[in-house]
């Protein structure tokens, strides 16, 4: 049986191996499994239950210039042993539903799956942050199952409405294009936005409510 280690023990028990690689390829591995995972929950509410609140899914890696700056940011060493342990969300897993009651919905599906851990959840749903942003973060810890060792893994798990997505992407670019310094009218204007897309989606939430209502009325099941 293969024995479990950190991913420190693991890469400093290989050290003829380029470490950052081989950190990355365990970061990979996890990411390719939380896909497979969220594609076998899709297809199980697709096929057996007739419901699809999953809208589309996107993976990344975080680049080694992206980890070397988020290290530097935050007063870390440029190493593996530092990135490890203080960088949660280098393999990232985001899902985009349509209403945000699929987001709670889709995150206690996920939470209760076996092998696998929660290890924080950050609900900027119930509590966007002051720029307006809205998600639903979890980091998620699950093994990684090499030839001869079992590497529990982190994977940031995101969940968001589609509209909740397009400020988001909206707001990456401003952030991007200014580099953290864009002038003061576009906070203010993002914020709005965000308190416009807040409505949007609680609308099209009880719009389809009432949809369902009408059908359930219909099949004569109210």
Known sequence: ???EMTMQEYIHKRPEKDSFELTMFIYEAALMQM???VEVLNNELNHVYSYNPIEYVKYR???P?????KLRKNGHNIGVDDM????SDIAGIRITCSFFSEVYFLADMIARQDNLKVLSIKDYISRPKE???MSYHMILLLPVALADAVVPTKVELQIRTMAMDFWASLEHKI??????NAPGYFGRELQECASIISKLDTKMMSLNEAMKKADGVKKGTY
């Open 61 to 63: 890696l975080k680049t």
């Open 1 to 3: 049986m293969a024995v």
């Open 175 to 180: 952030y991007y294009k200014y580099e953290g």
């Open 84 to 87: 490890v342990e203080h960088i």
């Open 65 to 69: 210039e992206s980890i070397i700056k």
């Open 35 to 37: 896909k497979s995972r």
């Open 131 to 133: 720029s307006g942003y």
